[in-house]
C-alpha cells in the first residue's frame, strides 16, 4: 500500500545538525523526494535520490537511502533559522510520476 | 519561483456553492497534478493529467473534476462546496508522466463559511 511515514516535530539549536527520517513502503519507488514548506508558501523541491544510490550530497543537505529497511533520511549541517520549516519526504508509487507524502516534518531551530 | 503558477490564491466561498481553481503548468511540461492539502489529512493526490488526458486517479470527491486544456493549462472545479472542502489546494507539474521531480506552484487557499 501507500505509506509514508515521518516523525512530526523535530527540534534543534541553531548551528546543529538536523536529520530527519522517513519511512517508505513501496520498495519499487524509483526516485525518493524532499521538499520544504515554509509558512503560507508552496512546496520547495529540495532535493531527491534515485533509488539506485545510498547517499547524495548537495551543500549542507545530505541525503541518505537504507532500500532495506526502506528508510530515508535528510541531514541539514550547520542549520539556520531560515531552515525552519516542514519538510516532507515523498515516493514515487507508480510509472505515472504521482508522488506519495508523509505527514510532513515541522523543524523548528532556536537561536 | 517553481514556474507553475496558481489563481486565485485565496477564495471565500459558501457551502453549495462550485469554484474553480486554474493551474499554469511549468512551459514545457506536459503532466500536471492536483494536490489537496488540510491539518488532518496531509497532502492527497487528486488527479493526475498528460497531455490533456486523465491519467492517475487518487482521492477525489465525485463533487470534484478537473480537465487540461490544449495549451496544457488545467482547471480543477470543485461543486456543492462543503465546509470539510476548506484546504490548500496545490497544481503541481512536471516534463513527462514519470522518473522527474514535481514543481509546486503556490497553491490556492480555499475557505468554505
Known amino acids: 500500500g501507500e505509506d509514508v511515514e515521518q516523525s512530526l516535530f523535530l527540534s534543534v539549536r541553531e548551528g546543529d545538525s538536523s536529520v530527519i527520517n522517513c519511512t517508505y513502503t513501496?520498495?519499487?519507488?524509483?526516485?525518493l523526494y524532499w521538499y520544504k514548506q515554509e509558512p503560507g508558501a508552496g512546496l520547495q523541491l529540495l532535493t531527491y535520490?534515485?533509488?539506485?544510490?545510498d547517499m547524495k550530497q548537495d551543500q549542507r543537505l545530505t541525503v541518505l537511502l537504507n532500500k532495506k529497511d526502506k528508510h530515508l533520511s535528510l541531514r541539514i549541517a550547520d542549520t539556520q533559522t531560515g531552515d525552519s520549516a516542514i519538510y516532507f519526504c515523498?515516493?514515487?508509487?507508480?510509472?505515472?510520476?504521482?508522488?506519495?507524502f508523509g505527514q510532513g516534518t515541522e523543524l523548528s531551530v532556536k537561536p | 519561483d517553481s514556474g507553475v503558477t496558481q489563481t486565485p490564491k485565496h477564495l471565500i466561498t459558501a457551502t453549495g456553492q462550485r469554484v474553480t481553481l486554474r493551474c499554469s503548468p511549468r512551459?514545457?511540461?506536459?503532466?500536471v497534478y492536483w494536490y489537496q492539502q488540510s491539518l488532518d489529512q496531509g497532502l492527497q493526490f487528486l488527479i493526475q493529467?498528460?497531455?490533456?488526458?486523465?491519467?492517475a486517479k487518487g482521492n477525489i470527491l465525485e463533487r470534484f473534476s478537473a480537465q487540461q486544456f490544449p495549451d496544457l493549462h488545467s482547471e480543477l472545479n470543485l461543486s456543492s462546496l462543503e465546509l470539510g472542502d476548506s484546504a490548500l489546494y496545490f497544481c503541481?507539474?512536471?516534463?513527462?508522466?514519470?522518473?522527474?521531480?514535481?514543481?509546486f506552484g503556490n497553491g490556492t487557499r480555499l475557505t468554505v463559511t
Open positions: 513501496d520498495s519499487s519507488s524509483t526516485y
Open positions: 493529467y498528460y497531455n490533456g488526458e486523465e491519467r
Open positions: 503541481a507539474s512536471s516534463p513527462r508522466q514519470g522518473g522527474s521531480p514535481l514543481h
Open positions: 535520490i534515485f533509488s539506485n544510490m
Open positions: 512551459s514545457g511540461d506536459l503532466s
Open positions: 515523498a515516493e514515487t508509487f507508480d510509472q505515472g510520476g504521482k508522488l506519495i
